[in-house]
């Protein structure tokens, strides 16, 4: 495959470090790429759900960390001794996986069913960023002697 240097963008383009950070590694390679699979789910217009097929995991094996815009998922199986397996399909290996989260978007709770792991994810946009109505207000003549509308 071949890789693309963004190394002589970083002189001309100012600010827009994170957008090229943001490009050379989701073109990196990753060898655990497909495992565990997942779904992305828009519930609503805010609400966004993550779903893991960890099967096999426990809920004290998984680990959930926002940290600024990247949501990280750890899952760390414990090696069972005194197992022989004849056929091992069970992928039972510890993964990694990072999604990049969009500005304000923040995890507000992660729950276990049937081998799913469910992340619900929640887009709050602060007050000073959301649209707002500017009223237009009629012309009002004022008399400059009394201050009084006519």
Do not use: C, W
């Amino acid at each position: 495959m071949r890789t693309v240097d963004f190394t002589p963008l970083y002189r001309n383009a100012i600010g827009f470090d994170r957008l090229l950070n943001m490009m050379e590694s989701s073109s990196a390679k990753n060898a655990s790429a497909g495992y565990p699979p997942y779904n992305i789910e828009q519930q609503d217009e805010h609400n966004y759900r993550i779903t893991m097929a960890v099967a096999g995991f426990a809920d004290d094996q998984l680990d959930i960390t926002q940290k600024e815009n990247v949501l990280i998922v750890r899952g760390e199986r414990q090696a069972e001794e005194g197992k022989t397996y004849i056929y091992q399909g069970i992928a039972e290996r510890d993964f990694e996986r990072k999604f990049q989260l969009a500005d304000y978007v923040k995890v507000v709770g992660a729950t276990m069913e049937n081998g799913l792991l469910h992340i619900d994810l929640q887009r709050e946009i602060p007050e000073a960023m959301q649209p707002r109505k500017i009223a237009i207000n009629g012309s009002k003549l004022i008399d400059g002697n009394t201050g009084s509308a006519q």
